[in-house]
């Protein structure tokens, strides 16, 4: 008989590390990051950088508050509203008649300069109660057609101006059919034309990447229903600025849109004759039109509102700086111990 032994299970005498994740464990491999050990700031809110924050806002707000309210003041503006005027008096059924009929609508308005404008002067239209920001309305367009000459039957989201007459409508959608198309000439006392000009009213960004140079206007307002403006047909959209200035759609129902500039001194007590041709339908729904006329300072045109905000938040700011400050020297509390606020270290030191 062989003295052979059977083999024995030898056992490691070399402790095992607890520390280490179990082959299946789903725990994290370890990191300061996960664990959220990093350095980080804390800062303790105390009164005293309470106030100083307070008062910090106050210094810089209430100046600016006040620079932008008399940048506000120097903008001399005329606001002249027509679409009353220039239409027959009675019921909105008959202003709706006068401006969908082949009556002449020339209309003759009167406007005087209460101040010293320089140039240029800022001609707009502006259009109260005219929802250009309605989902269906702001999506009835091709960017596509827009920009490229070989997507001019891109027009699926062009509904219900998409093709008229079995061919396509280039530009196509509500937003270029329903564009503006009433018309400004203006002269000054002597009759002296005022030349108002058109180069340079829309944004260069549009002009260069959302209209083509090689994009001609295509059977456009030919449908059985017109809705504004007609264009050229022999000049390129990314000439045509004023349906550019139109088709960036504005977010609000009364909205300003530039028609051009005037750029000639205009002296206070002078007197404009503006001749105008009321086109537009607007009656239908309730709208008005607005002819204006305004300068621009360093912070744009006519706007208190920016001016107002900065100063409101400013002495907003110095109400509680000097109430903080009062109620903490009239009735201070001591402080807690910081050292409460970690949740991994014994407070207070111990």
Request: with cysteine.
């Amino acid at each position: 008989m062989s003295n052979a032994t059977a083999p024995t299970n030898s056992t490691s005498t070399e402790p095992m590390d607890t520390s280490a994740p179990a082959r299946y464990s789903k725990r994290p491999k370890y990191s300061r990051f996960t664990q959220q050990e990093l350095p980080a700031c804390k800062p303790i809110l105390t009164p005293r950088w309470v106030i100083s924050t307070f008062m910090l806002v106050t210094i810089v707000f209430v100046p600016i508050g006040i620079a932008s309210l008399f940048a506000s003041r120097d903008v001399v503006e005329i606001v002249d509203r027509y679409d009353d005027s220039c239409a027959p008096s009675g019921s909105r059924t008959d202003k709706v008649r006068f401006i969908q009929s082949t009556a002449d609508k020339t209309c003759n308005r009167t406007l005087t300069v209460p101040k010293h404008m320089k140039q240029p002067i800022y001609v707009y239209y502006q259009l109260d109660n005219f929802y250009q920001n309605h989902r269906r309305y702001v999506k009835s367009r091709s960017d596509q057609q827009l920009r490229n000459r070989n997507k001019e039957n891109d027009v699926s989201t062009c509904k219900p101006e998409d093709t008229a007459h079995g061919v396509t409508i280039v530009p196509c959608g509500l937003v270029a059919w329903s564009m503006f198309n009433d018309t400004f000439r203006f002269s000054g006392s002597n009759n002296v034309q005022l030349p108002v000009t058109k180069r340079g009213i829309s944004w260069k960004s549009d002009r260069d990447h959302k209209f083509g140079k090689d994009v001609f206007p295509k059977n456009f307002q030919n449908g059985s229903l017109i809705g504004g403006a007609r264009l050229n047909e022999s000049i390129p959209l990314s000439e045509q600025e004023d349906l550019i200035v139109w088709m960036r759609t504005a977010a609000l129902p009364t909205f300003r849109k530039l028609y051009g500039k005037i750029e000639v001194d205009l002296q206070a007590g002078d007197t404009i004759n503006v001749v105008m041709q009321n086109n537009y339908n607007t009656y239908s729904f309730n709208g008005k039109k607005k002819l204006v006329l305004s300068t621009a300072s360093w912070l744009g045109g006519k706007n208190n509102f920016i001016g107002i905000a900065y100063l409101a938040v400013g002495g907003l700011c110095f109400v509680l700086a000097i109430a903080f400050t009062i109620i903490y020297l009239v009735k201070p509390r001591r402080l807690g111990d910081p050292s409460y606020l970690s949740w991994n270290r014994n407070p207070g030191g111990h």
